[in-house]
């Protein structure tokens, strides 16, 4: 069965520090991972999505995540972060066709420090 | 992308009762997935609503605490029986529209539930 696990409960960080959020996943197949950001009060937001070739997603917001076949990791990342990041950011997994089923990890809180 | 009705948005229900919420998709779709994210947690998949057959339930989910009924491709109810303070939570209807690299989950604004 797929499975998610996220490193980080909760994140605390000052404005224009850089950001990495870790994400595993434990799967033998072929997967789809997703990165998804909630903001307070706020539905899910896709940020970033991997289907294939080239490993170094680049997302919305100035996201971006790689994805290390080796490691099962698919962690996030932004040089400098904003304020407005303050956020639940939430890895995802999906295996590689069509209309499956998410599953979703822990999810990381992350507050920023103005 | 795709839009997702869900109604109702919000309610607060008593203990013993039972709440159906209902899923409603801007076009047809294969399957349809319920999900629970309790308090200051992560979303749990309930179970795939599959038409034409019985609803697919994860590890802890049973179909007699969480009906589901899937009358057609667009619509889809998810009951939760017997409430309980315990689910108390956001429970959200979400497809999955598109192939490979368009492949992408969409979401319901969610039903949050307070049972009293």
């Known amino acids: 069965a797929q499975s998610v696990s996220q490193h980080n409960h909760h994140v605390i960080l000052s404005e224009a520090a850089s950001l990495e959020l870790g994400c595993n996943y434990s799967y033998g197949g072929t997967v789809n991972l997703f990165w998804y950001v909630q903001y307070p009060g706020q539905h899910l937001q896709l940020l970033l999505k991997?289907?294939?070739?080239?490993?170094l997603v680049k997302g919305i917001k100035g996201f971006e995540a790689e994805f290390i076949k080796s490691k099962f990791s698919f962690n996030l990342r932004k040089p400098s972060v904003q304020w407005s990041d303050t956020a639940e950011y939430f890895c995802?997994?999906?295996?590689?066709?069509?209309?499956?089923?998410?599953?979703f990890g822990s999810g990381t809180r992350l507050s920023i420090r103005p | 992308s795709a839009v997702i009705s869900q109604k109702p948005s919000r309610d607060i229900c008593q203990r013993g009762t039972s709440l159906t919420i209902q899923c409603q998709v801007d076009s047809q779709v294969t399957m349809m997935f319920w999900y629970r994210q309790q308090p200051g947690q992560s979303l749990t998949l309930i179970a795939t609503a599959n038409q034409g057959s019985e609803a697919t339930y994860e590890s802890g989910f049973v179909i007699d605490k969480f009906p589901i009924s899937r009358p057609n491709l667009t619509f889809s109810t998810l009951t939760v029986s017997n409430m309980s303070p315990e689910d108390s939570s956001i429970y959200l209807c979400s497809v999955v529209r598109g192939q490979d690299r368009n492949t992408e989950a969409f979401f319901g604004q969610g039903t949050r539930l307070t049972v009293v």
């Open positions: 991997y289907f294939s070739g080239d490993p």
């Open positions: 995802a997994v999906t295996r590689y066709s069509s209309a499956s089923k998410i599953i």
